[in-house]
């Protein structure tokens, strides 16, 4: 069997099972130069599904933890709801007999809010575990970017930090939930926000979004404090927070959000110097 023969067979290979099966049936009769030829096509090959199952794997481990986080927030939110209602109404109840006691106001009024914000952490733990297949449609990531940016802005967040935008025109339509897609902006906007306040006063955020070969690039990023180097291979994983008051869903939410589109989410950052969030939309094909 002639060795191009040979070459194009091995490349064609569409698994693991398949190759294997492909040289069983071609291996016979070959010189000792074609084997050694056809080992490194062979051994480059073995690597490309090596990589492949990888991120594969990868995915299905974050889709199944988020699978799990959902089943968890349903089965536990109705139990912890009701024991905090009863906390609630019992902090308002003596919220209304001590108003001539100040200490023991502050103490109440403390329980009253410490038991919203837990009630407010069950809240956006349910929302953001329902994330649901994408309903796409045709639609202009500038223009999400665009609303997103007015959104933000009536913020208090967004006083003291510099928004700019270099945002190709053109841009094509690409295939999206918009719903989604803008939840998964608004998310790494105020990231940005509360990682530049944290390190201080103000900074910049920048927004760039740009149209290679067969996919739109948009970069989210900040001026802010960065991220660890041992945290920023954790950063993605649901309840994983570097925040003081943190749930660890956000980024979690948007890279499935995002694969889901069949995009990618990557992050690069430096300790000191800022984050930049880095997402990758596939270009829909003319058919």
Known sequence: MPREKISEI????????SLIEKLLKCVSGLSGGQCSDLMGEIGKKLEQFKIAETSLSQRAIHSERLAVMGQMAAA?????RNPLSGIK????????????QPDAMDVVMNIHNEVIFADTIITNILEH?????PHCEKASIKK?????VLTIQQQGL?????????????????????MQIRQVLMNLFINSAEAMLGKGSGGVLRIEAVCDTD????????????IEKSHLEKICEPFFSTKVRGIGLGLAIAKEIIENHNGTLTIESR????TTVILRFPIPSAE
């Open 89 to 100: 109404v019992a902090a308002e109840y003596l919220m209304r007999k001590l108003k001539d």
């Open 76 to 80: 536990i939110s109705h139990e912890l």
């Open 10 to 17: 091995v490349k064609e290979a569409e698994n693991l099972h």
């Open 158 to 178: 967004f006083n003291t930090i510099e928004i700019k935008r270099e945002i190709s025109d053109a841009l094509p339509l690409l295939e999206l939930d918009v």
């Open 144 to 148: 999400l970017i665009e609303e997103a």
């Open 129 to 133: 575990a329902r994330i649901g297949k």
């Open 271 to 274: 300790v000191g110097k800022g």
């Open 215 to 226: 996919q739109v690039t948009v970069r989210v990023s900040d001026t802010g404090s960065g």
